[in-house]
């Protein structure tokens, strides 16, 4: 028996980016946000904590999501026990950093596509079918460059995103049709997120903020406001993929030197990992 009368959002991935920013961007319109994140109980409440806090409604769990029934399981328990998921946010990353061929093992490669694509195909059909019966939902799922652009060292990342994307697209030529709305947000560029890029970077994550210059990293919670954009499109006018990055970023289709294309060099600043 569903114990909230609000719409729900569900965030598979809420980290102290952007699936916290988006939880707590959605709760303030009045949804219940629903948080699965994969470690850190103590960083997980703490999201529930500011939610409430700032008067809206949130409830948190531990979710190993590359472990087959985990997403499954949670749709079920939170259309049964919380209420209906009105929007569903995948926001889990598959980045491992760059890596040579005979540097990646296959187990690396397939937790890549796990987390990267197998779990959005999960995701969707366990949460579809109640959102085709009720006529209407929507999901988000947050993407990166490397969906659209294989670089060196990115043989797992570039697979399993560009996965993601053609899956946002089968899902969408489908599921449009019956009220369906997916969204593939391409993140092209560094995000302030202190569990992800924070992460990767360790000490340097600050020198690297700094360098990056004045608004030269996308703040999470600027970033939900696009997200919360898409869930409230009509669906005379849906965007089904979008691509952002901060204003001084050179985007992702055109990251190349003038020089570059009649000269042969390389671009000096080495191959992008996002």
Known sequence: MATSDKPVLLVIG????????????????????????????????????????????????????????????????????????????????????????HDTPHRTFELGWRLGCFGLFRLAHAAFPAMVGRGHGTLLVTSATAAVRGNE??????????????????????????????AHVVVDGSVDAPDTLGKLLGDRFEAYKASKGEDGVIDPAALAETYWHLAQQPRNAWTHELDLRPWTDTPWWNDIPIGAIDTGTSDSRGPRSK
């Open 14 to 101: 809420a980290g102290a980016g952007i699936g916290g920013h988006v939880a707590a961007r959605f709760a303030r319109e009045g949804y219940h946000a629903v948080l699965a994140r994969r470690s850190d109980e103590e960083g997980l409440q703490r999201l529930v904590a500011e939610i409430e806090e700032a008067g809206g409604s949130a409830t948190g769990t531990l979710l190993n999501a590359s472990e087959d029934g985990t997403i499954e399981e949670l749709v079920e328990h939170t259309e049964h026990d919380v209420g209906p998921i009105h929007c569903a946010l995948y926001n889990l990353g598959a980045q491992i950093g760059n890596r040579a061929l």
């Open 153 to 182: 060292g990115q043989h797992s990342h570039a697979a399993a995103m560009a996965g993601r994307r053609m899956l946002c697209q089968t899902l969408n030529a489908e599921f449009a049709p019956q009220g369906i709305h997916v």
